[in-house]
């Protein structure tokens, strides 16, 4: 269970998150919505401690995740993995490798250093990456894949920390509506199967509404909606899109047309990039 | 309809032009005279301090002419190529005669080019590390930040020859004096680039390695190691050209290598031997800059091709 | 799909994702190469840093001491002659400038016979580039031996290292800006019927000339540099201050004489920085 306690974060004079105290139960999977510069992502990453929390508290299970210094930290952040918009894997390193650092956390400074990984952990990743359909990509270089396969990979490597907790901020803002699909279905499966908590930044109505247990509306650092997906109506929705409402919801239209139970494509596209 | 040739202030545009262009001209006039004036009056000033005065020219250049003929092998056709005769020394004229230690000087090049690799290794070494403390998004501290580029500063401002004098004060004669005084200035040469490449890097990987719960030696080697190695190996190629030359004068402070013998050849005689060694120096950093200049490019070739 | 546990990965389990990827688990040739190569390295570095005998260091570590101690402490301010000291500073800046001049002029007229646009001929193209690479292949302070022993001690000999140094740097650099020109531009200009003289002013010189301006500041910028050390081996300037009160065992007033040299460096780095930029725009080449 993660609660957090009047967590607030500061950037100068401008105050991005303001005091948010909100619990997350284990194994839900929560969407946040909000427009642009609503601090959606800066909320997220204070979870990771990615963006270091001006005030207030989290909690995990009790533990105050605050005050996490040092390999506490590190170990914090290897239990809360964190998928990204522009999926930060290592371009020029092969895929596998990218993959397998989700378990550096375990390593000691010299395998880490040296890159030996055992056979252990390469079975395993492999088996990360056939979760996601990539494991026939293990060897290529990274930097050339497409931008959902890629996120795929940023996936697996999340997986292979076995995390508590799956952050993911705005996991699908840079694909085609497709790969949207095929990324937002393995979140969904991984909430599902693996019961891992999962919190996610989103920037379309429709995919919170279809993917998430819960979905959290922020307007300018204050969390304005905390419900269900159904009562996520659309005056609630306009509320918290204030004046850019319908440029939101034009947008939420022409998102993830595909809805969760249809069947993917085997093989997404390949985006020519 | 209104006159197109008419400006709103009843001017015509072509004479406003021209007058504007004169005005442009003459001060751009003005401020070049100034420049050359003061160019003319710091070249004055230069000839004067540096003390390149006529007559030190009118008694100076015949004697490079004399010197220079004098340093000049004497080569006789007929026994150039002979070998040693029954004393055991080569005839005067041939090539032996003129390379006649040619073995010694060999040696001291063999140490020259080991002076300069073992120097790139350290050197490239530090400056990997060093570049990562230094570069401002990859510093773990405002402070270490700091200190890393102000040490990098020193280490290149300062000349080897100079570490190298100070080295041999402490460590000795020898080529040790020499390794370690080229190591220095080319960690804070190479330490400034790789820094700059560093800053240039995208940091998204260092941000999943640290979500993945990586140190920052994991976030170094993970997430900017794999972007900048190719550059970072081309400019420690580079370095060793750079390097070689260095490590043959260091020697000139006693710090080892080629450069021992050089300045004593130099110093102490006006014979062909100066030129015998010279040449073998010439010719160490000439097939060295060939060398490395291949390496890089098939570097650079095997990049371009991903 | 299932879940993943780490520690549930059996030996069964290794082996059956080694049978289906079987590349993923390390090419041994490709890792043993990797291995041998580090090791090279490393064993390559220890016997080196054996054969230079690193040890000494750790032997005369009182002799560190010592050294960086007189140092940092500096003693007798007032008997420091900074006169001298300013004196050999400036005689530096004016070797360097000077020999820069010089080496530019004649680099000049070397570059277009280095350069294979400008020198049809291929034996002379080849001697001079030869000569070149002789006067670049010497370093500067080796010059300034030889031009000590065949003028004299003193600054003289210093102008001529730096001008055989800068004229062989030059010259390359030049003939390579020549070899890049844009021969469209030239083209362009010899259809308006001019004649070789204005083909050279029009054609020729805009494209070189910045390029030129750029490379002997940089030349200067470095020659500043090298010149402070020229005087270790007898040939002027600062570097005759440093080797004298180095030898007198004054390391302090050789600490305060390197500090003074380096923001003078910096200064001339700055300053030219602005003349470029004045002349050339931000970027030059
Ligand atoms: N590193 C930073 N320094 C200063 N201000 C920042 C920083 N990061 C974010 N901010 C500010 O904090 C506020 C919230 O930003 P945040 O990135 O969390 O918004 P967001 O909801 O994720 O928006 P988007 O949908 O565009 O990603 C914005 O006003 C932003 O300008
Ligand atoms: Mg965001």
């Known amino acids: ?273 | 309809m209104a006159d197109m040739s008419q400006t709103p202030g009843g001017q015509d545009p072509v004479a406003l032009f021209e007058r504007h262009r004169a005005q442009l001209i003459r001060d751009r006039m003005t401020a070049n005279l100034l420049l050359l004036a003061l160019f003319i009056g710091f070249l004055a000033w230069s000839i004067w301090i540096a003390d390149f005065m006529p007559d030190r020219l009118a008694s100076g250049v015949p004697r490079i002419f004399e010197y220079f003929g004098s340093v000049m092998p004497s080569f006789d056709t007929d026994v150039l190529f002979d070998g040693r005769n029954a004393e055991g020394k080569f005839p005067p004229g041939s090539i032996g005669f003129w390379y006649n230690d040619f073995w010694k000087y060999i040696t001291l090049i063999w140490e020259t080019i080991l002076m300069a690799l073992t120097a790139t290794l350290l050197g490239t070494g530090l400056a990997v590390v060093l570049s990562f403390l230094a570069a401002r998004n990859t510093t773990p501290a405002g402070w270490v930040g700091t200190i890393a580029r102000r040490f990098l500063e020193f280490c290149r401002g300062v000349p080897e020859i100079l570490f190298a004098l100070v080295l041999v004060f402490w460590v000795g004669i020898g080529p040790l004096a020499g390794v370690l005084a080229i190591t220095i200035h080319a960690a804070g040469a190479l330490g400034k680039l790789f820094s700059e490449v560093v800053e240039n890097a995208s940091m998204r990987p260092v941000d999943g390695m640290k979500a993945v719960g990586g140190s920052w030696f994991e976030q170094m080697r993970y997430g900017i190691l794999p972007q900048v190695l190719p550059n970072f190996t081309s400019y420690a190629l580079w370095r060793f050209e750079i390097n070689v030359r260095a490590s043959a004068v260091v020697g000139f402070v006693g710090a080892g290598g080629i450069g021992t013998e050089l300045s004593h050849t130099i110093s102490f005689y006006s014979d062909d031997r100066v030129t015998a060694v010279l040449l073998l120096v010439v010719l160490l950093v000439t097939a060295i800059d060939l060398l490395s200049e291949r390496a890089r490019h098939s570097l650079i070739g095997k990049e371009a091709l991903k | 799909m299932s879940t993943l546990n780490f520690a549930a990965i059996s030996q069964a389990d290794i082996d059956a994702a080694r049978k289906r990827h079987p590349k993923a688990f390390g090419d041994p040739l490709v890792t043993t190469l990797k291995a041998a190569s580090w090791a090279f390295v490393v064993v390559y570095l220890a016997w080196s840093l054996g054969f230079f005998e690193i040890g000494k260091l750790l032997n005369n570590a009182d002799r560190a001491v010592q050294l960086l101690s007189r140092m940092v402490v500096w003693q007798d301010m007032a008997t420091w002659q900074y006169a001298n000291i300013y004196k050999g500073i400036a005689q530096t800046i004016a070797m360097a400038f000077v020999g820069t001049m010089l080496g530019t002029l004649f680099a000049l007229g070397l570059a277009f016979l280095a350069a294979r646009n400008t020198m049809p001929v291929g034996v002379i193209r080849h001697a001079v580039r030869r000569l070149l690479d002789v006067f670049r292949g010497i370093d500067q302070i080796v010059w300034g031996l030889v031009f000590v022993r065949a003028v004299g001690l003193g600054p003289l000999a210093g102008v001529l290292a730096i001008w055989i140094s800068d004229m062989g740097n030059l010259a390359k650099l030049y003939s390579e800006a020549i070899e890049n020109i844009d021969r469209k531009q030239v083209e362009g200009v010899r259809a308006t019927g001019a004649d070789t003289g204005r083909i050279i002013r029009y054609g020729y010189l805009p494209q070189i000339l910045p390029v030129f301006i750029s490379l002997s500041l940089y030349s200067f910028e470095s020659s500043t540099r090298s010149a402070t050390i020229l005087g270790l081996v007898g040939a002027g300037g600062i570097g005759m201050i440093i080797i004298e009160r180095f030898r007198a065992g004054l390391f302090d007033q050789v600490a305060f004489v390197v500090l003074n040299v380096l923001v003078v460096i910096a200064i001339i780095d700055w300053g030219s920085g602005l003349i470029r930029k004045r002349f050339i725009g931000e970027r030059g080449h």
């Open chain 1, 1 to 273: 269970m993660l609660e957090f306690k009047g967590l607030t974060k500061q950037f100068r004079d401008n105050v991005a998150v303001k005091p948010a105290t909100l619990t997350i139960p284990d194994g839900q999977m929560v969407g946040i919505i909000g427009r642009s510069g609503a601090g959606k992502s800066t909320l997220l990453r204070m979870i990771n401690r990615l963006n270091e929390p001006s005030g207030g508290q989290m909690l995990f299970d009790g533990r105050d995740i605050t005050a996490l210094k040092g390999r506490d930290l590190r170990q914090w952040r290897n239990e809360c993995a964190m998928v990204f918009q522009q999926f930060n894997l290592v371009g020029r390193l092969d895929v596998l490798t990218n993959v397998m650092s989700g378990r550096l956390f375990h390593h000691g400074f010299v395998t880490s250093m040296a890159g030996m990984f055992s056979a252990k952990e390469r079975a395993f990743a492999i088996r990360a990456l056939d979760r996601l359909g990539m494991a026939h990509t293990a060897l290529q270089q990274t930097d050339t894949l497409s931008g959902g396969q890629m996120q795929r990979v940023a996936i697996a490597r999340a997986l292979v920390q076995e995390p508590r907790i799956m952050l993911a901020d705005e996991p699908i803002a840079s694909l085609d509506p497709l790969n949207a699909k095929v990324v937002m279905d393995a979140l969904r499966a991984i909430n599902q199967e693996d019961g891992l908590t999962v919190i996610c930044n989103l920037h379309t109505l429709d995919t919170a509404r279809q993917y998430c247990d819960r979905v959290i509306g922020m307007q300018d650092g204050v969390i304005v909606f905390d419900g269900t997906a159904k009562e996520l109506t659309d005056k609630a929705a306009r509320e918290i899109y204030g004046a850019e409402a319908e440029e939101a919801f034009s947008e939420a239209m022409t998102s993830t047309s595909l809805r969760p139970g249809d069947k993917p494509a085997a093989e997404a596209p390949r985006v020519v990039n």
